[in-house]
């Protein structure tokens, strides 16, 4: 039976915010973000991670003030 091999994983910052780029199997990285679970994005190459962890962060924020309740009108 072949021996699981482990993936590396690297922690850095990039700008204000930390990423993980966890080596994927199939080649490439996958992205994730330790304070915001919902950021998950996947890459080819470390810069590729980090152009798509902006759209990824970019597409969270749209959708998030799409789902926030709008205050309602008082009727005078």
């Not at 798509?52 to 709008?70: F, G, H, K, S, W």
């Amino acid at each position: 039976m072949a021996k699981p091999t482990r993936r590396r994983s690297y922690l850095v910052t990039y700008g204000r915010r930390q990423l993980r780029l966890t080596e994927a199997r199939e080649g490439g990285y996958v992205v994730t973000c330790p304070r915001d679970p919902a950021l998950v994005t996947q890459a080819e190459t470390i810069e590729g991670a980090f152009e798509n962890a902006d759209d990824a962060e970019r597409t969270l924020a749209r959708a998030r003030r799409l789902i926030q309740p709008r205050p309602r009108r008082r009727r005078a």
